[in-house]
C-alpha cells in the first residue's frame, strides 16, 4: 500500500510509526509544512517558564529521526494545497522552492491539525504579542522575556482555557504579573462547569494572578511594541501579550475537494474514513463521536489525537475497530 499522511504532530507521526510496525511492506510517505513534525506541546508554556530547560527537550522526534525508526518518508516544508479523490492524489507546494509536487496514494490520511486563532485587533502585530502553538512560539516567547532590553514586568494573556492558563503560571514563574481575561463569564468555559470554574479562579487569584471574566479584548496599544491592552472593562498595562482565544482547523485547502466538513471540521465515521473513497482524518482537524453521548464532538487535545492516529493505522492494516 502506498499511504501519504498530510501533517505530522500527534495523529500523523502516530499513524506513520503504528502502520509501519503493522505492514513493514507499506510505502509511507508524510508531508508536513512544518519543520518540526513530533514534539510536546503541552509542554510549551512549562518551556517559557523554565521548567523545561532546552529548546530540544520538546522535541519528541526530528525528522531524520523518525524517518530512520519507522522506515517512513518524511517531507517538511510542504503545504498541501489541493486534494483531488478522483485521480487519488495531493498537491502540496515545496515552500524552499515554490514549486508545485504532486504525490499519488493509495489511501489518504489527513493529519493537518489546527492553528492558533489571533484575532484581527488594532495593533495585534506589535512586537511583544505572542501566540502558544509551537516551539518555535515558546521559544520567541522566552526570548523576549528574558531579553532585559524589552524590560517584561506585565503580561496580559487573552483566553482562558486550557493553554491561557498554562501560559499565565509560567509568566508569572518567570517573576511577571499577569492578568489572565476571558470574554466567556468563567474560566475553562469548554471544560468545567461554573462551580468547578469559580474554585479555579479563586485558586489562581490567591496565588496572584488577576483573573477578569466577561471581559473582550479590543485593541492592543503600542508604537515600537505592545505597551497596554484596551479591554471592555477598561485599559491594562502590558508589556507582553499572549493571544490564546482559541484554535482552527487548517482545512481550508479541502474546501474545493468535495468532503463533507462542519465548520472547518472533517467529518469521519467510527473508523475515521472520511465522506471521500480511501480518504481518512484523525486530529485537531477532525469532528469525532464522542463515546459517551453519541453525539459529535471537537476534541483538539494531543491526547485525542494519538489515540485517533493508533486506531486509524490498525483500520488500515485491515482490524475492524467501529
Not at 494573556?157 to 511577571?176: H, K, P, R, T, W
Not at 484596551?230 to 468532503?259: C, E, H, I, Y
Amino acid at each position: 500500500m502506498k499511504l501519504l499522511i498530510i501533517g505530522g504532530v500527534a495523529a500523523g507521526t502516530k499513524v506513520a510509526a503504528k502502520f509501519k510496525r503493522l505492514d513493514r511492506s507499506a510505502e509511507v510517505t508524510l508531508i508536513t509544512k512544518d519543520r518540526d513534525i513530533s514534539y510536546a506541546g503541552c509542554g510549551l508554556p512549562y518551556y517559557v517558564g523554565g521548567a523545561i530547560a532546552e529548546r530540544s527537550d520538546l522535541i519528541v522526534n526530528t525528522p531524520a529521526r523518525f524517518a530512520a525508526l519507522t522506515g517512513a518518508t518524511v517531507l517538511t516544508g510542504r503545504e498541501a494545497v489541493a486534494l483531488n479523490a478522483q485521480a487519488q492524489t495531493v498537491t502540496a507546494t515545496n515552500l524552499e522552492t515554490g514549486e508545485q509536487e504532486t504525490y499519488a496514494y493509495d489511501a489518504c490520511v489527513i493529519a493537518v491539525g489546527a492553528s492558533a486563532v489571533v484575532p484581527p485587533l488594532p495593533g495585534v502585530k506589535l512586537p511583544g504579542v505572542f501566540k502558544m502553538r509551537t516551539p518555535d512560539d515558546a521559544t520567541a516567547m522566552r526570548s523576549y522575556v528574558q531579553d532585559s532590553t524589552h524590560s517584561v514586568k506585565k503580561a496580559v494573556v487573552g483566553g482562558a482555557g486550557m493553554i491561557g492558563l498554562e501560559a499565565a503560571e509560567n509568566l508569572q514563574a518567570q517573576g511577571l504579573t499577569v492578568t489572565l481575561l476571558d470574554m466567556a463569564g468563567q474560566i475553562l468555559p469548554e471544560a468545567l462547569d461554573e462551580e468547578l470554574a469559580a474554585y479555579v479562579q479563586k485558586h489562581l487569584q490567591k496565588k496572584g494572578i488577576n483573573v477578569l471574566t466577561a471581559t473582550k479584548l479590543e485593541q492592543l496599544e503600542g508604537e515600537e511594541r505592545v505597551t497596554a491592552v484596551k479591554t471592555s472593562a477598561g485599559t491594562l498595562p502590558a508589556d507582553l501579550v499572549v493571544m490564546a482565544v482559541g484554535v482552527r482547523p487548517n482545512t481550508a485547502f479541502l474546501q474545493s475537494s468535495g468532503l463533507h466538513m462542519e465548520k472547518g471540521l472533517v467529518v469521519v465515521d467510527s473508523e475515521l474514513r472520511t465522506s471521500l473513497p480511501h480518504v481518512y482524518a484523525a486530529g485537531d482537524c477532525v469532528l469525532v463521536k464522542n463515546r459517551m453521548t453519541g453525539a459529535p464532538q471537537w476534541s483538539a487535545m494531543g491526547s485525542s489525537a494519538n489515540y485517533e492516529g493508533r486506531t486509524l493505522a490498525q483500520v488500515l492494516a485491515g482490524q475492524n475497530k467501529s
